[in-house]
């Protein structure tokens, strides 16, 4: 009988690349997702009848207990969450409870429903926000700059928390920035490189940005997701920063996407201050020694690489809506 694992926010850009993962290694996938009246699963359409889909809600504590007693799950990856940080500051409180206080509903069914189980929370760079030091790792103090690092903060310690007071299996993954053709196009790389596409397709003629300066560790969310996994098949559970170890500027991400279609940023991008956020975080570079050293995970995708790819995936998808629009073109 296959092991069957739990996901929530399966419907996400890493929930389909787990889900993806998972099957290929012979798992029973089950994924939760929240009742609504618009279904929004394009990134796992793909996968069809091979996942089973379970109604569950992070604010609802009876809709988690029941969702893991029917997927009766050896793990569960607790991948739901408001996840867009600007929309924190719109949406602070909705943002804690999801975010949040979410991940002790969440622990708190599992504790009570699945105790055996090997619980994943996806912990965030953000929650280093201000840094203290560069690179961060596992030891590098938190200080978020941000309602959603805040909150990412609180599950990431709660998670601790119950690790050491119930002694369940629980994992946080501080991941940072990871992308794909998959990623909202709210993220500033997938504005970038769907941008870049439209320019070059005669879709768009200008990319309105912030704050070029800011610096992130992009990496390829089809290699994190497989850092999820590894966490999970250690006998002792800990926690550990996923990242490249390269920081890169918005800068730098507008000069390869646009050089992918051989054109020039500074001739598109337009600096708009009203995408600055309040309280910006400058620097974000992870240090993840200890998950090449105890996982043997290594990322295959650079930050080159994983910005072609998005932009190549971009322009397939828009090519269409430019023929229509200008015939022969």
Excluded at 20 to 28: C, I, P, S, T, V
Excluded at 133 to 159: M, W
Aim: hydrophobic share 40%; with cysteine; glycine share 8%.
């Amino acid at each position: 009988m296959a092991p069957s694992a739990l996901i929530t926010g399966i419907t996400g850009q890493d929930g389909s690349y787990l889900a993806e993962l998972l099957l290929a290694k012979g798992y029973r996938v089950v994924g939760m997702t929240r009742r609504s009246s618009t279904a929004s699963n394009e990134r796992i359409a793909h996968l069809g009848d091979r996942i089973e889909l379970i109604q569950g809600d992070l604010l609802d504590q009876a809709s988690l207990v029941e969702a893991i007693r029917v997927a009766s799950p050896i793990e569960i990856y607790n991948l739901a969450a408001q996840s867009f940080v600007p929309t924190s500051w719109n949406q602070p409180v909705l943002t804690g409870e999801f975010t949040g206080l979410g991940v002790t509903r969440l622990l708190e069914a599992v504790r009570q429903a699945a105790p055996g189980a090997r619980f994943y929370q996806a912990s965030s760079s953000e929650m280093f926000g201000k840094v203290r030091q560069a690179p961060q790792d596992e030891l590098t103090p938190f200080y978020p700059r941000s309602p959603y690092g805040v909150a990412k903060a609180y599950g990431h310690f709660i998670t601790v928390n119950y690790r050491e007071s119930y002694g369940l299996h629980a994992v946080s993954g501080i991941l940072f920035n990871h992308e794909s053709p998959r990623r909202g196009l709210e993220f500033v790389t997938r504005k970038v490189t769907d941008a870049v596409a439209r320019i070059h397709l005669g879709l768009a003629t200008e990319l309105r940005l912030g704050n070029l300066d800011a610096e992130r560790d992009w990496g390829f969310a089809g290699d994190y997701v497989n850092a999820m996994w590894l966490m999970l098949q250690r006998d002792e559970p800990a926690d550990y920063v996923v990242a490249t170890g390269q920081a890169h500027s918005v800068r730098e991400l507008c000069e390869v996407a646009f050089a992918r279609v051989g054109r020039s940023y500074l001739d598109h991008v337009v600096i708009d201050q009203a995408l600055v956020r309040p309280a910006e975080v400058d620097h974000l570079r992870g240090d993840a020694t200890k998950a090449r050293r105890d996982l043997g995970w290594e990322p295959a995708v650079d930050f080159r690489g994983l910005v072609e790819m998005m932009v190549d995936a971009d322009l397939e998808r828009l090519r269409p809506f430019a023929a229509g629009r200008a015939p022969g073109r």
